[in-house]
């Protein structure tokens, strides 16, 4: 079953880039679920940093520059553990955190 929402402008045959959406993400090998779920995860990891943004807004105001810039450093590095869960897969920040370990008791 195909589902398909085309906002056409004058003279854009819809049914043309549906068929070349297809196409396109047939031989990407991209399934549509897959794509809602990459969207979604996009959606669910901004809103997130959202949140994060306003707690960290919530814990002071930001009366000179090294306090402002002091609140995106962490709005930053709370943002990275989040982003890291939702956007990227399981083997990939497997092996993202083994290279590290290894670096780590390599220099060590």
């Given at each position: 079953?195909?589902?398909?929402?085309?906002?056409?402008?004058?003279?854009?045959?819809?049914?043309?880039?549906v068929?070349?959406m297809?196409?396109a993400?047939?031989?990407?090998?991209?399934?549509?679920?897959?794509l809602?779920?990459?969207?979604?995860?996009?959606?669910?990891?901004?809103?997130?940093?959202?949140?994060?943004?306003?707690a960290?807004?919530?814990?002071?105001?930001?009366?000179t520059?090294?306090?402002?810039?002091?609140?995106?450093?962490?709005?930053?590095?709370?943002?990275v553990?989040?982003?890291?869960?939702?956007?990227v897969?399981?083997?990939?920040?497997?092996r993202?955190f083994?290279?590290?370990?290894?670096r780590v008791?390599?220099?060590v």
């Amino acid at each position: 079953m195909k589902i398909a929402v085309c906002f056409a402008k004058d003279g854009v045959d819809c049914e043309a880039a549906v068929r070349r959406m297809t196409e396109a993400m047939r031989l990407v090998n991209l399934r549509p679920s897959r794509l809602l779920s990459q969207v979604a995860a996009g959606l669910a990891t901004g809103g997130a940093f959202a949140a994060i943004c306003l707690a960290v807004r919530w814990l002071g105001f930001e009366t000179t520059w090294p306090m402002f810039w002091d609140h995106v450093v962490l709005a930053l590095i709370l943002y990275v553990p989040v982003a890291l869960l939702i956007l990227v897969e399981r083997r990939d920040r497997q092996r993202l955190f083994q290279k590290l370990r290894f670096r780590v008791v390599r220099e060590v």
